[in-house]
């Protein structure tokens, strides 16, 4: 499902407002005019009436949609597959479907950014779980300090590594806890684990959302499909970076699974030869996260339905080179706009 913010007028409609720099500046730019208007990230919002309706039983209002944004986080590689920065709005080109997208708004600023730790604790990452603990706390002291972070644990079960009062943290001492919280041993349930932290994302306040994902890719304890959770994915804000730490003596080891959730969702995979190259690929990954571009369009499109729209950023500028752009794939539409209620319950 998307994510949806709802921005408004506190003394006009008793709703809280949740102001970011997206919202800020598409109500600037859209909406005018409007008591209460409603942005959704980072795919799409459907063409649907406006309505809204008071349920009695929970108080709260319940608004639809009518509004059609698209949001991109887009990574920019020159040849020697290094960063590339100081670019602007007119470098870049976009197309949904093979047809040319106006580009409404750009930035490349350092956005904070909502970050979930997806990290395998079965059995076979036993000898491995120090590197990924010290690698999963370099990507933080890296990152953003305004990130919001959390940790979900597997094996055969799936478990959040924080306090349930404590849905986020930026704190270093907390996030020791959250990934060393339980012990390796185990099946593997990795589909279930991303399924958990991609519902999880939808809490956190920023507009951008990233899953880096520890693992050896393999599946044997799941109650999701690999279908299921890449459905998922691809109709989500995140952006999926994937570890593949493996094991030789393991045969459920999997890296076609770990470069799927990547490619899909602009995120790369990574396959480190030893555990001790994890934390400088973390420190990489925060850097990448702080330097993307970030474009939004109002697809020209507009047929509704649950098929996937391919997306297509291309880059180039004089003095530059060739130059290679990193983004998801495309975004899928649900059959129904979702509805606007009473706030998600973490499970």
């Not at 990152?143 to 959040?160: A, G, I, K, R, T």
């Not at 684990?193 to 799941?222: E, P």
């Amino acid at each position: 499902m998307l994510t949806a913010f709802k921005i408004g007028l506190k003394e006009e409609t008793g709703l809280s407002s949740q102001w970011n720099f997206w919202t800020r500046r598409s109500i600037a730019s859209a909406c005018k005019y409007s008591v209460l208007a409603l942005v959704v990230l980072p795919c799409v919002a459907w063409s649907q009436n406006t309505a809204s309706s008071h349920n009695s039983s929970s108080n709260d209002y319940v608004l639809r949609v009518n509004a059609n944004l698209v949001i991109l986080s887009a990574t920019v590689l020159d040849r020697r597959n290094a960063l590339v920065s100081g670019l602007v709005k007119d470098d870049f080109r976009i197309y949904e479907d093979r047809v040319r997208q106006q580009i409404k708004f750009f930035s490349h600023e350092d956005l904070p950014v909502t970050v979930g730790l997806v990290i395998d604790n079965s059995g076979s990452m036993s000898s491995k779980r120090a590197d990924v603990i010290a690698a999963a706390l370099s990507f933080a002291h890296s990152s953003n300090p305004l990130d919001q972070v959390f940790v979900v644990n597997f094996n055969e079960h799936v478990s959040y590594g924080l306090p349930a009062d404590i849905p986020f943290t930026d704190r270093q001492d907390q996030l020791q806890r959250a990934l060393s919280a339980i012990r390796a041993i185990g099946e593997t349930a990795l589909y279930d684990a991303i399924s958990t932290a991609l519902d999880h994302l939808k809490q956190g306040k920023n507009d951008k959302k990233v899953l880096i994902v520890i693992s050896d890719g393999g599946d044997n304890a799941s109650k999701h499909t690999l279908a299921q959770v890449l459905e998922m994915a691809r109709s989500s804000a995140a952006i999926i970076y994937t570890i593949g730490v493996f094991d030789e003596q393991d045969g459920d080891q999997n890296p076609g699974v770990l470069k799927r959730f990547a490619k899909e969702t602009g995120g790369e995979a990574f396959f480190p030869e030893s555990s001790k190259e994890i934390v400088p690929i973390c420190e990489g990954i925060a850097r990448d996260i702080r330097n993307q571009y970030t474009l939004t369009y109002v697809p020209t499109i507009s047929k509704q339905d649950n098929g996937f729209r391919v997306v297509d950023v291309r880059a180039s500028a004089p003095g530059h080179g060739r130059l290679s752009v990193r983004t998801r794939t495309g975004y899928s539409l649900p059959l129904e706009p979702p509805a606007i209620g009473s706030k998600r319950n973490r499970p």
